[in-house]
């Protein structure tokens, strides 16, 4: 529909534009007389017939045709299949002729389809009527989605549909509606388990090289990469979820009595309980055993399980060692968000020797500088530091090598062609394909531990894409974040290098635990938390962070320096929720409240996203002070935790009467920007 | 192609700097011949009069130009298209009782005992309550809940709608009426939102948009429907990429992915991968963006010229860059200005598709 501006017009214009006017009103008026009194007649069909070749959107019209139809097919007494054909006949032309008028008329193709469902009609009509449609206009929403319920009625055979894709992608391949419904139908010939088609390794192959010619003739054609992309993610998935890491790690020895549990899965899954994991302390097996979620998604999965155990220590004040197994007691019971069970057995062994003199070890009340002239490497001897070994050399033992030798092939075949064809076309969408083949090639090398062998390549490929493409800049930074750090925490001996411990300043005395330092890296994104599960101390500072989502994994946490990065609200910084160890935080030089649409819009009166259980509380400690009320957001973040240090210097938000409410929030707290209170 | 390419910029080179303006004066003048008369090109559109009215009447306040309109005649007219039972028992006899999208789907009622076909249907609804909220009418004065209580009955079992109780195609935009009218009516009893959720969330496709029956190719528009209606039934919040994503019922940022993937490279925006920019996607995708928050990450300085080279002479927008305008891209030209904060263009309710109203303007 296009208005068009009024010109003076001829009056041969004038003429012709009143003659069809009247010829319309007149149809229009003898088919609203014909509706209102239910006339049915073959007369009063043709004059609608007319009125809707010349106005297929006129939607009254197509649902007087339904009532025609149930009426004329009503009256006969038996079943007169020769009768019924030409009812249905005369509809289908009926549509037909409007569609030649309009093919995206949305009236016209429901009709067809309601005709079509109330009884047989030629399977072959229908097709050609499609390929018609479909050759017109290669995008027709209308005519696919047509198609698939064409195909669904008359079972004809995703094979046949994927031919037709076939068909149309060799016709042109630049129609991403063929490659969209090639991906729907390859799922559900994979999901039937349908010969040739299952396992999915089979048809993999062959899609590679198809949609290879597509995008060698024209790599700067869209539609070819997004289906590449989705081969991509097919090939790599994960078959069924697993358990990849855990703290305490299998084989270490810790000194607590009281300690965290968590179970770190490659893929977000629920179900883990008393049924499907076993806690066993020495022989006694534990029943008072509660697993939480952290983070939750929204099919209540979660890659990150938490529980928290208490050794009973009984009547001996001697030391003792006690063996704690953790296994998968049920591992079906385990299942990922597509339903798929983890169908490893798995089991974690670690020792809690209880030596009373590290029960002792209380909070230092001194503040902690983590500054670089504190800063000094790592003692070889430190307990840290065997933890810490024991993480490393042990973790890999239940990591289960998976069947992917295929996968690795198929991938490596596909990084030689595409290394290739960026020799000879520059272009960024397939130095970002490149990218993203060598991180599926390191992740699913068979190997147990982690490869990285590409990943210095991968971050130079980022780098570039990040001077070629700026508009998409953030991404490629978030892409090389991710990589850079899967680099970091690959061994023990890269993330040595980022390790260290804090004297004090006047003396030379350790304080705290060991720190990993991860400043002024520039990094955008954190990840890898699978490896990191061990880190009491992070030093993330002098980076671009946003957000610290994931962060809630690492449960050791008692230090944290966030200062000098991005973060823009305090619902960014959620994640801290879940640190019940946290003492030491510093959140100084970040933009909390500087973005007025972050800080200002979600005050307590929201009930959507802040459903964990601190409203009414609030409302009581907000009694009576109207502006804390809209400290909300860090109140849910802080309110349950007990810090003793806190720096938030440098954000808009921290004003003096944010920092009077911080005190009351917090009555654990003894420095404040820097300054001890009393 | 070369030459082409050369042609076009000359010409839009030739066409000075007055041209790269949001011209008001223009859109108002264009709204108004509009509003007097109907170009010959809509009479396939008399079923959807009210829709093409919504379009000029909307349009005319997010240009701060209401007062060109008769209020008591559009009020009176809209008015005398809506369905009304006869009585309370025929609110349950399965029939939808909202407005009618003009008059030829309209009978006179008649008092011999014939069913009366009623053809009211949700997206004139829809249009009709928008244009009634627009000009500031008293809600009070509707009969809301035949409304409410009647729309029960187009909900399917799959939590869709259907948008006339004659039967019709079931999908996301009459999901997106159901929601709009609950909303304006400030009445949610008319349907099942968590059945609607189910659906709107089964439509989310494995590339992060939606289409807009399950399993379809995701579309800019369907995708609106989605969120929008997500919002407006309160299942989501405005500004989610600025928080915490892992709890929300969608796959954030995998949407996120693809709306912003929809801005192509001559900076307008389009409707599904792999196909040429259009006007409306600016709100489409564009609207979509803004409720996640995201609206920051878009390029609005490539977005505004490709909008402008969409701007008619005539006033209005076109569909694509320099052809003749209509009004429905002239009414989603104007939505993406007001999102583009242009100056003396009324802010925008999103998730309604309407101006923002302000009580005491009008």
Redesign the interface.
């Given at each position: 529909m296009h208005g068009r501006p009024r010109k003076p017009a001829t009056p041969v214009d004038e003429n012709a534009s009143a003659l069809k006017a009247a010829k319309i009103r007149s149809l229009q008026s003898q088919f609203l007389l014909n509706h209102h009194n239910n006339i049915y007649t073959k007369e009063a069909l043709e004059i609608n017939a007319k009125l809707i070749e010349s106005n297929p959107e006129f939607m009254t019209a197509w649902n007087y045709r339904k009532l025609a139809f149930e009426h004329n097919l009503s009256n006969q007494s038996e079943a007169d299949s020769d009768h019924i054909k030409s009812v249905m006949d005369e509809e289908l032309q009926v549509v037909e002729n409007a569609l030649r008028k309009n093919f995206k008329s949305y009236g016209a193709w429901h009709h067809r389809k309601w005709v079509i469902s109330k009884g047989s009609s030629s399977t072959e009509r229908e097709l050609r009527l499609l390929n018609l449609f479909q050759k017109q206009d290669t995008r027709n929403f209308h005519a696919w989605n047509y198609r698939r319920f064409i195909a669904g009625l008359k079972n004809i055979s995703d094979e046949k549909e994927l031919q037709f894709t076939t068909d149309m992608i060799n016709d042109n391949f630049s129609n991403y509606s063929a490659w969209h419904n090639r991906s729907v139908l390859l799922s559900h010939l994979l999901e039937k388990k349908v010969v040739g088609y299952f396992p999915k390794e089979i048809f993999l192959k062959e899609e590679y090289e198809f949609v290879r010619n597509a995008v060698f003739t024209d790599p700067d054609d869209q539609s070819g990469w997004f289906y590449h992309l989705w081969l991509l993610d097919q090939t790599v998935k994960v078959d069924m979820p697993n358990l990849v890491s855990s703290w305490p790690p299998h084989g270490s020895e810790i000194t607590k009595t009281t300690f965290p549990i968590v179970l770190f899965f490659n893929e977000p899954v629920e179900g883990v309980n008393l049924q499907t994991v076993s806690v066993q302390v020495e022989d006694a097996i534990f029943k008072n055993i509660t697993w939480s979620l952290l983070s939750a998604n929204k099919f209540k999965c979660g890659q990150a399980w938490l529980t928290h155990l208490t050794i009973p220590l009984g009547e001996t004040n001697s030391s003792k060692i006690f063996q704690v197994k953790i296994s998968s007691e049920y591992s079906q019971g385990i299942i990922s968000s597509n339903d798929v069970p983890c169908s490893q057995h798995w089991s974690i062994e670690f020792r809690v020797s209880v030596c009373h003199d590290f029960q002792l070890e209380g909070q230092s009340l001194r503040r902690m500088l983590m500054t670089d002239e504190n800063f000094c490497t790592v003692g070889i001897n430190s307990n840290v530091m065997d933890l810490f070994k024991s993480y490393f050399e042990l973790a890999s033992d239940y990591e289960q090598p998976t069947s992917s030798k295929w996968k690795s092939e198929m991938i490596a075949s596909e990084l030689d062609q595409y290394r290739e064809l960026l020799s000879w076309a520059e272009c960024k969408i397939g130095k970002l394909t490149l990218a993203r083949l060598l991180m599926a090639n390191d992740a699913i090398g068979t190997t147990v531990a982690p490869n990285t062998s590409h990943v210095e390549e991968v971050l130079k490929l980022y780098s570039e894409l990040m001077e070629l493409d700026p508009a998409h800049y953030q991404y490629y930074k978030d892409e090389y974040s991710l990589a850079f750090l899967k680099q970091v925490t690959s061994s023990k001996e890269s993330l040595m290098k980022y390790c260290g411990q804090y004297k004090e300043s006047t003396s030379s005395n350790i304080t705290g635990p060991m720190c990993l330092r991860l400043n002024s890296l520039s990094l955008s994104q954190i990840g890898s938390f699978e490896r990191l599960l061990w880190v009491q101390s992070l030093d993330l500072s002098h980076n671009q962070l946003h957000s610290i989502e994931g962060l809630e994994a690492l449960q050791l946490l008692s230090c944290l320096n966030l200062s000098h990065n991005k973060v823009g609200s305090f619902m960014a910084l959620d994640p801290l929720r879940f640190l019940k160890s946290l003492r030491v935080l510093n959140i100084s030089y970040n933009e909390i409240g500087a973005h007025t649409v972050d800080t200002r819009r979600y005050l307590c009166s929201s009930p959507l996203s802040h459903t964990f259980d601190y409203d009414k509380k609030f409302e009581e400690f907000a009694t009576g002070d109207e502006k804390v009320l809209n400290c909300w957001e860090a109140y849910s973040v802080f309110g349950g935790l007990d810090i003793m240090q806190l720096d938030v210097v440098g954000n808009a938000a921290a004003d003096e009467r944010f920092m009077l409410f911080l005190v009351k929030l917090l009555p654990g707290l003894k420095w404040l920007d820097g300054e001890e209170l009393h | 192609m070369a030459d082409d390419g050369d042609l076009l910029c000359r010409s839009h080179a030739d066409r000075g700097l007055e041209d790269q303006l949001f011209d008001r004066e223009r859109h108002i003048r264009?709204l108004e011949?509009?509003y007097q008369i109907?170009?010959?090109?809509?009479?396939?559109?008399?079923?959807?009069h009210l829709t093409l009215a919504y379009f000029i009447i909307s349009g005319f306040h997010i240009l701060h130009a209401l007062d060109r309109i008769d209020r008591e005649a559009v009020i009176d007219w809209i008015l005398s298209l809506q369905a009304h039972p006869k009585n309370e028992a025929e609110l349950n006899n399965g029939q939808f009782y909202g407005f009618h999208?003009s008059r030829?789907?309209q009978?006179q009622s008649v008092g011999n005992g014939?069913s009366v076909?009623n053809?009211s249907?949700l997206a004139s609804t829809y249009c009709a309550l928008a244009i009634l909220k627009t000009v500031d009418y008293d809600f009070s004065l509707i009969d809301s809940s035949s409304i409410s209580k009647s729309m029960k009955h187009l909900q399917q079992s799959d939590g869709s709608f259907m948008p006339?109780h004659?039967?019709?195609?079931t999908d996301l935009r009459f999901v997106y009426c159901a929601a709009v009218i609950s909303s304006l009516l400030d009445n949610w009893s008319g349907i099942d939102k968590e059945k609607a959720k189910n659906y709107i969330l089964s439509c989310q496709s494995?590339?992060g948009g939606f289409g807009?029956?399950p399993?379809?190719?995701s579309?800019g528009g369907a995708t609106y429907c989605a969120v929008a209606s997500l919002r407006l039934m309160?299942?989501?919040?405005?500004?989610l990429v600025?928080?915490?994503?892992?709890?929300?019922?969608?796959?954030v940022p995998l949407l996120l992915d693809w709306c912003l993937q929809r801005q192509a490279v001559d900076g307008g925006f389009q409707g599904?991968?792999?196909?040429i920019s259009d006007t409306c996607y600016a709100f489409w995708v564009g609207g979509v963006l803004k409720i996640l928050?995201a609206n920051k990450?878009l390029?609005e300085r490539t977005l505004r010229e490709f909008l402008l080279t969409c701007q008619?002479e005539?006033?209005?927008f076109?569909?694509f860059p320099r052809?003749?305008?209509?009004?429905?891209h002239s009414y989603y030209g104007f939505t993406a200005f007001s999102m583009l904060q242009e100056t003396g263009v009324n802010s925008l309710n999103i998730e309604l598709g309407i101006s923002t109203i302000h009580h005491t303007n009008i």
């Open positions: - | 264009y011949m509009n109907l170009p010959s090109p809509y009479e396939s559109q008399e079923i959807n999208g030829s789907s009978f014939v076909p053809n249907h006339i004659t039967g019709a195609e494995y590339d807009l029956i399993g379809q190719e579309h309160g299942f989501i919040e405005d500004d600025s928080k915490c994503t892992s709890s929300c019922i969608l796959d599904r991968p792999n196909k928050g990450f390029n008619s005539y006033g209005g076109s569909k052809q003749l305008p209509d009004l429905y």
